[in-house]
């Protein structure tokens, strides 16, 4: 529709030529105007003061208002005025107006908090007329769906791709329908007039929705004789008559129908199929077996067993110690199906070791290396499997059908019999140092050398020597230590589980002992000898293979001298000290 709009803008003008559009008639404070300062409109400024509240008279609209520095706290349009609210102290304002020009305005007596005063504004006018040419104007349809067709007198109209049309009508009324396929057609009327219109269209469908509920879950549902589900169903369905087949196997079809009316929202519950039976009459040998009918168990044989759905039935017949059997038969509505099972308790056995390989017996006859498959009755025999480097394992196990395979793990051999080792520890006690050692285990057997390396101080002794007199002295003054002791020793190892080993010995030390001349001549060097038995213990742990840790505890005690040592120990207990006692030696050795 096209439209002319023609403006005029009619201003008042006073009779001075130089008289503005918009000027200040005149200002008050109204002593006995509460407005300010009573709840609901009290305003407050950016300090948290009640604001002041100028009422500005004027019939104008379209006002805007600039108070300076302090500003304008809030202004409200009412009838026939605008509340301007203002902080304290404010000395000017300042009108503006888009059409009536502005002014600046000072104010002759104090702006107060919480005080309400009266400016009276003298103003032009603004006047607008709008005239009309064309007596139409567009009418918008929004539709959904998006593929319906909208008809406005007759005349049919498709939808843009936004779901909407658009046409323009003259003024008056007119007619619309919209149409989509599967929905429900909507009519109506429209008035057009100067304001454009837009209408909103909904189609609903033209479908009804339909939950079919069966309680039997395994009943399949037809609909109008087709499969939609088994036990429930939920769709959309066209305004019409359907019937409804419940069918499961074994069972009587039920048959129910509905009637669906546009937008409706029914759930209709669907007849329970009836179940046909027939009876099994079984026998078997041994008698007393468990017999299952579709995995479910109903009696044990002999059995004359009725209630059993028609059709062909997997019959199951289980019985310890016996390989189990199952048989297919056809059971028939009013008949009864007649059938023997004969069991037998010979069945295959599967045999697993980690790791594989290891030499399997049963009953003490060799049967091979596993993984074995062979065939054995029922009962209960003595399993062993033995594997070098592997602890063997013997065991009585009970074979039948419902434990047809056997799976075994192997547990290293840590410490064995037969194996060398060497290492290295620090012994500290009457002999202290750092001690090398090397030996074997021979069908338990133990022997083994070792070299300790002491870390004994020199300690100073004073003793006579032969002749009565050297040079002059009654004495000599002499320095020992103890360097080394080369020890050999045999026991016998006993092993404590699979980690642990303790070993009962007896050995022998030959303590080396180093001794010189503290005088200020250059005397001789002087070394001897002491022999020493020792009772100990070797306790021996091993937390990964080939690796182990040692501890052991010892008692020794001296058994032959040299000579110089002899003449030492009648003067001091340093022989005594050194060659007996106890001890203590830790170590880590490797063995293989």
Known sequence: MKRHIITILLFLLTLCANAQSLSVESFRLLENDLTANTYGTIERDQNGEIAALIKIITTETGFAFDGGMLGIVKTVQKVSEVWVYVPRGLQRIKIMHQQLGQVEYYFPIPIERARTYEMRLISGRVRTIVEDEVAAQYVTFSVTPQNAIVTIDNTPYGLQADGTVSQLLSYGTHSYRV??????????????????????VNLKSSRGKVTLDCAM??????????????????GELDAAMYQVEVRRESHTTRTTSFTLQPQDEKRVTLPLPQPIYGTISVTSQPIGATVFVDGVEVGTTPLLKGEILIGRRNVEFRKQDYRPLTMEVEVKEGEIATFNAEMSNVFTITVKSEPQGASLGIDGKPLGFTPYTGEVSSGDYEVSLTKPGYIPYRNLVHLDADNPELSF???RRIFSKNNFYAGIGYEVGHLSGLDAFAGAYIGNFNIEGGYLLSSAKATRVWWIAEP???NGQDGLEYEYRLANAIAVHAGYGILLGNRFRVTPRFG????????KYCGTETGMDHKTFVVSGRFGVRAGYSPVPHVGIVCIPAY??????GELATRIDETSSLVKDWCGGFSFSIGVELFF
């Open 468 to 470: 009565s007199s050297w």
């Open 556 to 561: 020794d005690f001296p058994l032959s001298k």
């Open 508 to 515: 022998l030390l030959f303590n080396g002992i180093d001794g």
């Open 179 to 200: 149409d989509a396929p599967g929905y429900l057609s909507e009519n109506g009327i429209v008035d057009v007039g100067r304001e454009r219109i837009m209408r909103e």
């Open 409 to 411: 793990s192997l547990e």
């Open 217 to 234: 879950q395994e009943a399949e549902i037809y609909l109008n004789g087709t499969l939609v589900g088994k036990g429930s169903w939920t």
